[in-house]
């Protein structure tokens, strides 16, 4: 996955925006204004950090290599995901789309509702 297939992936989800508030090493995707994934744009190999249910970061993270704790982020709720080659490409995407429900779904109600009506 290059960097130009994960930004495109996360910006095809419904309200996505995409930002540089930390400066111009990286790119944060939003949903509804909050943070669902942070994509390091000096380091090589590509990082990605995406919230995570805790237990599932933890099953992840021992499951595979390219998973770590979340960098410069709350270790218990984010991941930091290193985009190898290790992991198939339908893992980062489920990864991908895990985290923008988590961030989705904790949004005001009005929030989610508008979203959901933009998906039908």
């Keep these: 996955m290059t960097f130009d297939d994960l930004r495109t992936y996360c910006l095809t989800k419904p309200a996505t925006a995409e930002k540089m508030p930390f400066g111009d090493g990286v790119l944060v995707i939003t949903v509804g204004g909050k943070m669902f994934a942070l994509i390091a744009l000096d380091e090589f190999p590509l990082s990605v950090n995406l919230?995570?249910?805790?237990?599932?970061?933890?099953?992840?993270?021992?499951?595979?290599?390219s998973v770590l704790p979340g960098y410069h982020m709350n270790k218990k709720?984010?991941?930091?995901?290193?985009?190898?080659?290790?992991?198939?490409?339908?893992?980062?995407?489920?990864?991908?789309?895990?985290?923008?429900?988590?961030?989705?779904?904790?949004?005001?109600?009005?929030?989610r509702e508008a979203i959901a009506a933009t998906e039908e």
């Design 51 to 65: 919230k995570c249910d805790p237990e599932r970061a933890l099953e992840l993270r021992e499951q595979y290599e």
């Design 77 to 111: 709720h984010w991941n930091t995901v290193k985009i190898t080659g290790e992991l198939p490409l339908k893992v980062v995407k489920e990864m991908i789309d895990h985290s923008y429900i988590l961030v989705r779904n904790s949004l005001p109600k009005k929030e």
